[in-house]
């Protein structure tokens, strides 16, 4: 595991508790949507986090310390998978769209 991977963690921890947000498990898995797209997996390593004790006194390197101490959160971690990600170069001139892949219209999916 890479080790930006639990001091991002830690620090989105640390600004929902300054922040002033409950420490909820919907209020962990809402900032964990930012940076994973897997829902199942967000929805699991909220409720290990919300195990973690860790209080407004901490700082971010204190709570990424906690963080790493879990193997259950290192195990959901390290089993998250990089985003795919496509890259279109494309060239427009004119009016009308600009599609680089799917285009959604009236809530219906259209390929190119």
């Given at each position: 595991?890479?080790?930006?991977?639990?001091?991002?963690?830690?620090?989105?921890?640390?600004?929902?508790?300054?922040?002033?947000?409950?420490?909820?498990?919907?209020?962990?898995?809402?900032?964990?949507?930012?940076?994973?797209?897997?829902?199942?997996?967000?929805?699991?390593?909220?409720?290990?986090?919300?195990?973690?004790?860790?209080?407004?006194?901490?700082?971010?390197?204190?709570?990424?310390?906690?963080?790493?101490?879990?193997?259950?959160?290192?195990?959901?971690?390290?089993?998250?998978?990089?985003?795919?990600?496509?890259?279109?170069?494309?060239?427009?001139?004119?009016?009308?769209?600009n599609v680089g892949r799917d285009k959604i219209v009236n809530?219906?999916?259209?390929?190119?």
């Amino acid at each position: 595991m890479e080790p930006i991977t639990t001091a991002i963690l830690a620090r989105g921890i640390y600004d929902l508790i300054q922040t002033g947000v409950s420490w909820s498990k919907g209020a962990i898995e809402e900032k964990l949507r930012t940076f994973i797209s897997d829902e199942i997996k967000s929805a699991k390593l909220a409720e290990e986090l919300q195990n973690l004790e860790v209080d407004e006194d901490m700082s971010a390197k204190a709570i990424e310390k906690k963080i790493v101490l879990q193997p259950k959160i290192i195990d959901i971690l390290q089993s998250i998978k990089p985003e795919e990600t496509t890259l279109i170069n494309q060239t427009h001139t004119g009016s009308g769209d600009n599609v680089g892949r799917d285009k959604i219209v009236n809530q219906k999916k259209l390929k190119d």
